[in-house]
């Protein structure tokens, strides 16, 4: 919460910028995403809270939507579903997600399931960690509109290369989205306030909870263009705050 506090204090001091460029930021990434991309590249699905029946909500199914037909497009395409337990639900939202590909003709064994994560950030870490090897490609990102630029940014941190895919088809907001935008903005610039505060003060900890390389070895790293594996300390400490 030091790091939120820090963020809110620097959107104070800067009179609200610093907040409207994070809200012009996720409104951009949203108006110019595309929902397509190159046809064959793998597929990652962020999952979303499931509803009180245990099933996905609309919006997880217009992600789900949009990876079914960019697998119907492609044909042998791998998607992988990232989301654990989040709810009370004794499934996850990856094993939901998947449940409605397979009822919608998408064969099991193109699916793979990342199912212990429980925000956004550690979707995309232990997707990175667990099963980012053999991708030949970029892959494609498919997530709700107005979450691609949160998402996208904190792929980039954690060393993902990625094609953004929007879910819906339709490029500009209307009024309902205005508090979601907030939202996505608030949380950018938090994510951005502790990134440039652990480069700033070098703190490996906190450098380790939200991207790939730690400080110290950021240099070494980029020389081999090896990431370091993380140790089991560094995986309980990294569990961060961010949704």
Known sequence: MAMFALSTAFMLLSGGMTLLIAFGHVMWVACRARCDGPKGARILVLGMRLNSAGEPTPAYRRRLDRALELWSQAGSAEIIILGGRTTQCPQSEAAAGAALLRANGVPPEHILLEDQSRHT????????????????NRPLLVTSRFHLARSSTLAAGLGIAHVPCAAETRRLPSLCHVPLIIFEAVLIHWYITGRTFSRITRNRRMAARITWYPIAEECESRATHDPPRESDTQTKERRADFH
Do not use: F, T, V
């Not at 950030?121 to 030949?136: I, P, V």
């Open 121 to 136: 950030l550690e979707n995309l870490w232990l997707y990175r960690q667990r099963l980012s090897a053999g991708a030949d």
